[in-house]
């Protein structure tokens, strides 16, 4: 029999030799060294150390994180796919003014004279009552939308101050369950569904729900990609 | 802060968190994606991509594995994925560059830059399966799963990057590590 092929040695290093191979090695000295520094080889491949990746690499990662929406800069971005995306955010923050917006239009369509949301100023019998006394009297729609995005930002900044002081006190994450948020998100797919059907050309009642169907869909997406890379 | 806490934090957007978790792990991922790429500029866009992919999906992180060992999954997929898209690229089939540009962590240097240069001289397969296989410590099936190949394949390609690796690393040999009967044994 000639010398092993290296191939040969090469499987002989992990799995066991041929009995024709075996006597071969015991009989051949330059077979078994090359058999030797095969099985050095493969100690050595494994023993190889970590590597630092290049300078620059996290600078370069942090930008693209940020542009990704994954990590918030100034306390005010938020993940994308996250729990507490900015996203989301504003879909809740929509929604919360969407169902006080509402309830103020069904208290105008009852008590107004007009009984229409076209109708300016309040109602004859209708108090409104500012939320904490700090929103000023407005006089044309332009300042309402300011008064209005202004106090969304307040709730928006309200709720980041209230995560991180869970996240300071070690609190567990309230809405870290994907699967619990993708229900809460059902809920307000279904509510924003009926409310369309009732003001089919409102605007903002159709970018509450379209935010609620991105906010889902992102969900379905992040985690059909994660059961690809074999996360799951 | 324990690990866990860090991960919440990264989980919530914490960028300071997310670093925390880089610092740590990033000479890991970096050495299965450059030793799986074989190329330092893609190797660096590679474990972007994984740290991208691995960030965005903390959510699903549920601890049942270790970080490190997910992390390192998606790190590896990520790597093998984006090789699949670019498989327009050229073998390398150039002489060895006279340095590795990355740095190792720790160890004998210069044993490891041969082993790193030798290795970036192989075939995309073989490369691959040697550096799951004999650096990374998978198994046939895990690397026929990843690969999409049998179990069988992924041996025959082991044996043949050995093999190959060997006859790479043979020229550069010492005369004083020659074995018996003139062979040269590859001393380390």
Redesign the interface.
């Known amino acids: 029999m000639g010398h092993l092929?290296?191939?040969?040695?090469?499987?002989i290093?992990?799995d066991a030799a041929r009995p024709e191979e075996r006597e071969h090695l015991d009989s051949c000295?330059?077979c078994?060294?090359?058999l030797?520094?095969?099985r050095?080889?493969?100690?050595?491949?494994?023993?190889?150390?970590?590597?630092?990746?290049?300078t620059g690499?996290?600078e370069?990662?942090?930008a693209?994180?940020?542009s990704?929406?994954?990590?918030?800069?100034h306390g005010h971005?938020?993940?994308?796919?996250?729990?507490?995306s900015f996203g989301w955010l504003q879909a809740a923050a929509a929604l919360i003014l969407f169902v006080g917006g509402t309830a103020l239009g069904t208290a105008w369509t009852r008590h107004g004279p007009g009984g229409g949301l076209g109708q300016m100023g309040p109602p004859s019998g209708l108090e409104l009552v500012p939320v904490g006394g700090s929103i000023q009297p407005v006089s044309s729609l332009a300042e309402a939308a300011d008064v209005v995005n202004l106090a969304e930002r307040q709730y928006i900044d309200a709720l980041v101050q209230y995560?991180q002081l869970l996240?300071a006190q070690?609190e567990p994450?309230l809405i870290?369950d994907?699967t619990a948020r993708f229900a809460a998100l059902e809920g307000i797919v279904a509510a924003g569904r009926a409310a369309v059907q009732q003001a089919p050309a409102d605007p903002f009642v159709n970018g509450v729900l379209v935010s609620a169907l991105a906010e889902r869909e992102a969900i379905l997406r992040?985690?059909s990609?994660?059961r690809g890379?074999?996360?799951? | 802060m324990t690990e866990a806490q860090i991960i919440r934090q990264a989980c919530d957007g914490n960028g300071t968190a997310v670093r925390a978790l880089y610092e740590r792990y990033s000479p890991r991922v970096f050495a299965v994606v450059r030793r799986i790429a074989g190329d330092d500029d893609l190797a660096q866009d590679y474990a972007q991509e994984a740290w991208i992919r691995a960030i965005r999906a903390l959510p699903t992180f549920r601890g049942d594995a270790r970080f490190s060992t997910w992390l390192h999954r998606i790190a590896v997929n990520s790597a093998l994925q984006a090789l699949r898209k670019a498989d327009t690229r050229t073998k390398r089939e150039a002489p060895m560059p006279e340095a590795v540009p990355v740095a190792a962590v720790e160890g004998d240097a210069l044993l490891e830059d041969r082993l790193e240069r030798a290795m970036d001289q192989l075939p995309d397969g073989m490369r691959q399966v040697l550096t799951l296989h004999d650096v990374e410590g998978y198994t046939h099936e895990e690397i026929g799963e990843a690969l999409g190949v049998t179990a069988g394949t992924s041996k025959s390609q082991l044996f043949k990057a050995r093999a190959k690796m060997r006859e790479l690393l043979r020229p550069t040999l010492a005369p004083e590590i020659e074995g018996e009967n003139g062979v040269e044994a590859w001393g380390i």
């Open positions: 092929s290296t191939e040969s040695l090469a499987r290093v992990s000295p330059s078994r060294a090359e030797r520094a095969l050095e080889q493969t100690e050595a491949l494994g023993a190889l150390p970590d590597l630092r990746p290049p690499d996290w370069a990662l942090e693209r994180l940020v990704e929406g994954l990590v918030r800069t971005a938020f993940r994308r796919f996250g729990l507490r995560r996240d070690g994450s870290g994907p992040n985690a990609l994660t890379d074999g996360v799951f």
